[in-house]
């Protein structure tokens, strides 16, 4: 039960930050990508990002709990950023309990560039997932297969399915 109410209270916390995303790119379609206030918005958003990022890690460190989170590096004028962003999106839309973080590297605050520098990031999109770097647009069975636990959470879905299942079956039966 505890585990239950710990997920559902990240995973809000995470619907937040995805419903402040989605304003951003509303105004930025409204008032324009360089826009001072669309600008502000974007660096108060990166900065929040960072540091529930920071939080979840070292939530993940002392708690011993198993927190994934995704980094992604996206640029306003790179041709596969708008790709990535539709798998990450499906990622999670399947997964909320998977945190990813969007960086908008040609959105300028002191601490995403000391972030990318930390993981060594150039170029975009990039995704670094448990501490490892991945450079190019990368398919949605690629990005699922950087992250083990998707193939745990899988069988346990499939699980609970046939579990369903098998219970409607001998429902039917009596």
């Known amino acids: 039960e505890h585990i239950v109410d710990q997920a559902s209270s ?20 409204q008032l324009g990508y360089e826009n001072t206030d669309v600008v502000a918005l974007k660096k108060n958003y990166i900065l929040l990002q960072i540091k529930d990022y920071l939080l979840s890690k070292e939530y993940h460190d002392r708690c011993k709990q198993n ?18 962003s539709i798998i990450l999106d499906k990622i999670v839309s399947d997964y ?35 501490d490892k770097v991945y450079v190019g ?3 949605l069975q690629k990005v699922e297969s950087y992250i083990p636990e998707i193939k745990k959470w899988k069988k346990e879905k499939e699980k609970l399915k046939n579990t369903a299942t098998s219970t409607a079956t001998s429902t039917k039966k009596k």
Do not use: W
């Open 10 to 29: 990240t995973i809000g916390f995470n619907a937040e930050l995805q419903d402040l995303a989605s304003r951003i790119k509303f105004m930025e379609n």
């Open 67 to 84: 927190t994934v989170s995704v980094l992604y590096f996206h640029g306003y004028d790179c041709k596969d950023c708008a790709n990535q």
């Open 96 to 130: 909320p309990e998977i945190r990813v973080y969007y960086f908008d590297l040609t959105t300028y605050t002191p601490a995403l560039a000391t972030l990318a520098s930390v993981f060594k990031v150039t170029k975009t999109p990039s995704l670094v997932i448990n």
């Open 137 to 139: 647009f990368q398919d």
